[in-house]
């Protein structure tokens, strides 16, 4: 049994019945005064922190279209394979592919526009990645082969309804073997309207979901042209429906 079988197979029902509702779904709170506010629960009192500096954090709370997560009298699809034959890619993820070929990745990209509030848009559903564009704050992220960071995300397992499929999915992600990514060997290749840009991984770590460094990983300019992939990882709470870390691969480009 190999390390990603013994992983799922290990989990309980509860987190298999829930997870992906937060399977990926990064939300960067970025506050462009001198205050930090970083809501842990919908029903809990906000923490204000004094900072020097603005700051970002992230973290897996995602608002989603219905608190239903599945539909009754609906097809049940257990494998992105089986997704893809069946009802293809998502019309959001329009604009090019990434690929990680040493994990098997061959993902469609879309490209989701961060608004004011900064709260980072969830992929569409297990298949798809977004690649962010914070035009809002061009101090983070960037474009594929543009010289700054290029940021991405899609979710590592998924267990809730597919609208553009009208089917329920529970299964793994598109990223559930990123944290396996081996530096200075394994490859990203992202195509973005028709451009092929390559990049080699430096490193994999794993963070908190609540790290204070969140503004670092995610900065515009990190000396070069680099992408940052990030996923969930961790324990999965199935009350808040979050997962407590997240795995991130750093990659610089190669051609």
Known sequence: ????????????????SAIGVGGLAVVLLVVVSIFTIFRTHPHEPVVVEVAPVPTVSAT????????????????TIRSLKELKERFG?????????????????????????????????APTGPSDVVLYDFAVAPQFGGLPGGGGNAVFSGHVDYSYKLPYANANYTGLGVFALLRTAQPSSDQVQVTLDGRTTTYTVEWVRTLSAHSGNWGDVLAHDIGGDHITIVTC???FNPATLEYSDRTVVRAVRTN
Request: hydrophobic share 35%; no cysteine.
């Open 1 to 16: 049994m190999n390390p990603l079988t013994r992983w799922w197979a290990s989990q309980d029902t509860s987190r298999r």
């Open 60 to 75: 897996s709370i995602v608002t989603l279209p219905d608190p239903s997560p599945t539909d009754i009298g609906v097809p």
């Open 89 to 121: 890619d998502p019309s959001t993820a329009n604009r090019g592919r990434l690929r990680i070929p040493g994990l098997g990745v061959d993902a469609p990209l879309g490209v989701r526009a961060v608004p004011a509030s900064l709260q980072m848009p």
């Open 233 to 235: 990882d961790g324990a």
